[in-house]
């Protein structure tokens, strides 16, 4: 292995997003192992290795993945402080990492639920997770396991520190209110780091205040869901070791506010993480023990969100009747809940139930069924969610490149780079890369909307620092 391979950015930024066709792009053009030798080193066949060097193929069985960056010889991912801001830059502006200070506190699967201790300190970060993926496994199934039948905390009230009362938790509320509108409309690297600052610096300190029962368990609830919201931006950002702190964080002070439902909507965030990363199995045992845990409070609405998560992982398992009967159930659930019947947390609606429907039917490969839903998705989705609008209208490209319409599809894809102007979204940049190397594949350089959109699509894709660039 060439000595600084690892330490190149675009190798570390492939290394952080698991990427191994990247990786095996970038050995190629930095070193000279042929492709029969990093076949051999990796234990992959010679026809997946030069599938990944073209960018025809990804690979997602994390078991392999690890396995081979084991004999590639590279460093363990671990999170990375941020560099010490530039002295006109305070906190609030660094997007690129959190502070060490700003993670959520250590909460270890192997003794889940943590004490009350644990979850007021706020403690540097150590990884949560093993890097191996049958102790990752196993530490998820243990966390589900105890959620659901470990009885809430006795007493949260706590009396050290200054006084905490109703209107601070109120303001703590508000302030949520607004950094969940930032993520929303600008991405994860905008809202990441203000929630995490905020997270430390004026919640922490209320944590370990004083105050009674009823108050504690309002404060546990709030700062569960600016807990969830912080884990899921950043999971938008790309930071997933950080989303799932943040997000075990929020199960657990859920369970310390006695707020089960909640419990079930953080698990059903850790089945959509698990998805996204490959962990097929651990999405699906995810997604059913929110259901399970939560069948008896659960609100129709409610119902319908969890059964259309389960979905989404039976499809990626290609189990066709189980994804369908999910599908199914989240429809039946949707069509009865009332207006009222759902807490403020949960904004699923028709849209989203579209939306995780087109992704189910995409991963099914049933293009058409996919095109339906994902059209109704997208116009359904509310003006301020630029993320979510972008990440519908790839999946509608999607479901065009699978029917052979790469016309249409390149076409979206550059409504989509159009639409990620100013988002600072991980997931919206691999969107497009995603979608730009496969109609690539498909070998339809002539047609102007596939140059049009690959043109467009370039100065997003080399961003150094994730926002989107102009094409003029």
Not at 30 to 51: F, N, P, W, Y
Not at 365 to 386: F, K, L, M
Not at 395 to 409: K, S, T
Not at 415 to 425: D, F, Y
Request: proline share 5%; glycine share 6%; hydrophobic share 40%.
């Amino acid at each position: 292995m060439p000595q600084d391979f690892w330490r190149l950015p675009e190798t570390r930024e492939a290394l952080t997003r698991l990427d191994m066709a990247a990786i095996v792009a970038l050995l190629r053009r930095h070193s000279d192992l042929t492709l029969k030798a990093i076949a051999r080193l990796t234990g992959l066949s010679d026809g997946m290795v030069s599938m990944l060097e073209s960018g025809r193929s990804q690979l997602r069985d994390l078991v392999k993945i690890r396995a081979a960056l084991q004999a590639l010889e590279a460093p363990p991912l671990a999170p990375q402080p941020l560099p010490a801001p530039r002295p006109e830059e305070g906190p609030l502006l660094q997007t690129e990492r959190t502070p060490r200070s700003a993670t959520a506190p250590e909460i270890s699967p192997d003794d889940w639920p943590a004490g009350l201790d644990t979850v007021r300190t706020w403690a540097p970060w150590n990884d949560i997770f093993s890097t191996s993926t049958t102790t990752e496994e196993r530490q998820f199934a243990e966390i589900a396991f105890r959620w659901l039948v470990t009885p809430p905390d006795t007493t949260v009230a706590h009396s050290a520190g200054a006084h905490v009362g109703d209107s601070d938790v109120q303001r703590l509320r508000a302030v949520g209110r607004q950094l969940k509108t930032l993520d929303n409309t600008y991405g994860g690297g905008t809202a990441f780091p203000l929630l995490a600052t905020f997270l430390c610096h004026e919640v922490a300190p209320l944590l370990n205040g004083s105050y009674d029962e009823a108050v504690g368990r309002s404060l546990m609830r709030t700062t569960a869901e600016l807990a969830l919201d912080t884990g899921w931006a950043a999971y938008d950002q790309g930071e997933h070791l950080q989303a799932r702190g943040y997000m075990v964080y929020a199960l657990r002070l859920s369970h310390a506010g006695d707020d089960r439902l909640f419990g079930g909507r953080v698990l059903a965030a850790l089945s959509h993480q698990a998805l996204h990363l490959g962990q097929v199995p651990v999405a699906i045992d995810m997604a059913r023990a929110a259901r399970t845990g939560t069948q008896a409070i659960s609100t129709a609405k409610m119902t319908a969100m969890l059964a259309a998560m389960e979905a989404c992982a039976h499809a990626a398992h290609a189990d066709r009747p189980s994804c369908l009967h999910a599908l199914s159930t989240a429809e039946t659930a949707l069509a009865a809940a009332k207006s009222d019947d759902a807490p403020s947390w949960l904004d699923f609606d028709e849209g989203g139930l579209w939306g995780h429907a087109a992704r189910a039917f995409r991963d099914l490969g049933e293009p058409t069924t996919a095109q339906r839903y994902a059209e109704n998705a997208v116009r359904s989705c509310h003006i301020d969610h630029g993320r979510t609008r972008a990440q519908r209208t790839a999946i509608l490209a999607n479901a065009h490149l699978q029917h052979g319409d790469v016309e249409q599809a390149a076409a979206l894809g550059t409504r989509i780079v159009n639409q990620a102007h100013g988002l600072r979204s991980h997931h919206v940049r691999q969107d497009i890369a995603t979608l730009a190397r496969d109609i690539q594949v498909a070998g339809a350089a002539t047609i102007v909307e596939v140059d049009t959109f690959l043109r467009q699509a370039k100065p997003v894709l080399v961003s150094s620092d994730g926002v989107s660039a102009s094409s003029g």
